[in-house]
């Protein structure tokens, strides 16, 4: 089994900062795009950063010079460095994740949990 667990998520004041982590772990053999996702209350789920197995990035919009993703293949992370930090970036976050496993050898597409931020004075 492949799991993916998140953290970083909680309050932070506007203006601030936090870091949300993704580590995943299992019979892995090759793990392709990884990626942040965010949905606020009502608002459909978005996707905020992704990273290419090259190390190519895509970002948002709302949060590019703001956000950075970034990932380490010896240790299956993926981060997101959220710096500037407004109340419309308030939302549960979740960690995505491409790759293939063994046991069986299949192609998978995963969700962390969420994990929320909160910006707010």
């Known amino acids: 089994q492949v799991q993916l667990v998140e953290s970083g998520g909680g309050l932070v004041q506007p203006g601030g900062s936090l870091r949300l982590s993704c580590g995943a772990s299992g019979s892995i053999v090759r793990i392709n795009t990884m990626a942040w996702y965010r949905q606020a209350p009502g608002k459909e789920r978005e996707l905020v950063a992704q990273?290419?197995?090259?190390?190519?990035?895509n970002y948002a919009d709302s949060v590019k010079g703001r956000f950075t993703i970034s990932r380490d293949n010896a240790k299956n992370t993926v981060d997101l460095q959220m710096n500037s930090l407004n109340p419309e970036d308030t939302a549960v976050y979740y960690c995505?994740?491409?790759?293939?496993?063994?046991?069986?050898?299949?192609?998978?597409?995963?969700w962390g949990q969420g994990t929320l931020v909160t910006v707010s004075s």
């Open positions: 995505n994740v491409n790759l293939w496993k063994t046991t069986p050898y299949t192609y998978l597409e995963l």
């Open positions: 990273i290419t197995s090259g190390a190519g990035t």
